[in-house]
Structure formats: structure tokens, C-alpha cells
């Protein structure tokens, strides 16, 4: 039965990736979520069905577009593998308790944040909006009332100390340090995760950031980070890893 429903997963998880690396790409070109169909984004002709079957369609096609050749960006297809991936992990490792729910939504959120982020600099309020919405609903469902307000506090506290480190990043730099959408990201993976656990989150974010703006600081001369994407992987590190890293972070502040 755990093997059916991973397979299940997979298959599910392959197709919508590739929906929401579509959506990453139409959000920030201010593109109907639904209307055109898909299509090519170089010569703009519309896909025929067999053109659009998630991981299958690339490798048949060779990663190009059947009409004009042109290359398909490969974090389309990036995508469609991780939510595959992580749908079926999700499951692997936590079956259908509520961080099954957590680390799939947070997927989600990281597959649409993932194209629009590293494309466009741009992570939609949408997103975040409907993905703290879920979390929400998750946490007054499989927790007392009392801790589930302590998870939407947690988003709130943690949108105040991003907010606070962008201010003084500001002053330091004499630039933007910090994007909006970062700063909202973090409300999200602080009702995710809780308190403790969401300063890890950051630092992890921070250290995958910093190992990615090393092997690109040559091409990107302006040091702008996509940092939206390794914030989610932090979080989902921390999800991952918890029953590691819950006890020790309760052990060291005595909780």
C-alpha cells in the first residue's frame, strides 16, 4: 500500500511541479493563471498534450521547443523532478502526519518561488498569501489551539526581525539589502517551523545562499542573491532533520 501511494505521489507531484513552474514564470509576466494554454515562451505556439507530460515531454524533446528549436529553460524541468521528489519523500519519511503537510505546501512555495525568484527576483504575495493560509489551517487542525497561535506569532515575530535586519542592512550598505518578499518568505517558514527552529532555517538559508553567490560571484557582478529559494530549503532541512534538531535546540535553551 506505501509503495502505491508513493508512486501515486510521484506521478501527482511530477505533474503539478510542472504547474507550478509554469505559474513561477506567468505570475511575474503578469500572465492568466489559466488562459493562454501552455506554450512556447520564445515563438509563443501552443503545446499539443504529448509536449507537456511532465519529465517525459523534455528528455523525448531533447530539452528544446518542437516548433522552434529554441532551448527549454531546464528549471522547468527541475521542477517537475523535485515536486515528484518531494512529494513522494514527503511521505516517505512522514506519511500523512502533519509534517507530510508542512514540507509538501512549503514544496509548493519553494517550486513556484524557485523559477520567479532566480529568474525574475520576484516571490509573489499570492503565494505566500495562500501558503500561510494552508499552513494555518494545517496547524489549528493537528495541534490545540494554544500552540497553533503560537505558530501564527512565530510568523509574526519572524517577519519583524527580517524586517529589522533589512533596516539596518539598509543603513549599512547604503542599498537594499533585503527583499520585501524575503521578509514576508520568512513570516511563512516561521509559522512552518516555530521560533527556535526558523532562526535555523535562516542561518541554513544564509549558508546555501553564501555557497551559491561563491560559485556565481563571477557572473553576478551586481551580487544580487535569489535568497527566497534557500530560505525554503533551510526550512525544509530543519523539517527533515527536526527529530535531530528539536531536541538539541530544547536541550541548549533548557524548553
Known amino acids: 500500500m506505501d509503495l502505491f501511494i508513493t508512486i501515486w505521489l510521484f506521478i501527482f507531484g511530477a505533474i503539478f511541479g510542472s504547474f507550478l513552474g509554469c505559474m513561477g514564470y506567468r505570475i511575474p509576466n503578469k500572465i492568466k493563471t489559466t488562459y493562454p494554454s501552455s506554450f512556447c515562451s520564445n515563438c509563443k505556439k501552443p503545446l499539443k498534450w504529448y509536449m ?13 521547443c518542437a516548433y522552434c528549436k529554441e532551448k527549454i529553460g531546464f528549471i522547468y524541468f527541475l521542477c517537475e523532478i523535485l515536486g515528484a521528489v518531494l512529494f513522494a519523500l514527503n511521505y516517505i519519511l512522514f506519511k500523512f502526519d ?9 514544496a509548493c512555495v519553494f517550486i513556484v518561488t524557485l523559477v520567479s525568484d532566480f529568474k525574475y527576483y520576484y516571490i509573489s504575495d499570492r503565494v505566500l498569501i495562500m501558503g500561510a493560509v494552508l499552513l494555518i489551517i494545517v496547524m489549528f487542525i493537528f495541534m490545540d489551539t494554544t500552540d497553533a497561535i503560537m505558530r501564527v506569532t512565530t510568523g509574526i515575530i519572524m517577519f519583524a526581525v527580517m524586517f529589522g535586519i533589512k533596516i539596518m542592512g539598509n543603513r549599512m550598505f547604503n542599498k537594499e539589502s533585503l527583499g520585501d518578499g524575503d521578509i514576508k518568505l520568512m513570516a511563512v517558514i516561521g509559522i512552518s517551523v516555530g ?18 553567490s561563491l560559485f556565481t560571484l563571477k557572473k553576478n557582478k ?8 534557500f530560505l ?10 527536526s527529530s535531530y534538531i528539536t531536541p538539541y535546540l530544547e536541550e541548549l535553551f533548557s524548553i
Not at 551586481?222 to 529559494?229: A, Q, R
Not at 530549503?233 to 530543519?238: D, P, S
Open 52 to 64: 507537456n507530460i511532465p519529465i517525459i515531454s523534455y528528455i523525448f524533446l531533447g530539452g528544446k
Open 232 to 241: 525554503i530549503i533551510g526550512a525544509m532541512l530543519v523539517i527533515y532533520f
Open 98 to 106: 502533519i509534517n507530510f503537510f508542512i514540507s509538501t505546501i512549503l
Open 222 to 229: 551586481e551580487g544580487l542573491i535569489p535568497f527566497g529559494p
Open 195 to 212: 521560533l527556535l527552529n526558523s532562526f535555523v532555517a535562516l542561518f541554513f538559508g544564509s549558508l546555501t545562499g553564501l555557497i551559491y
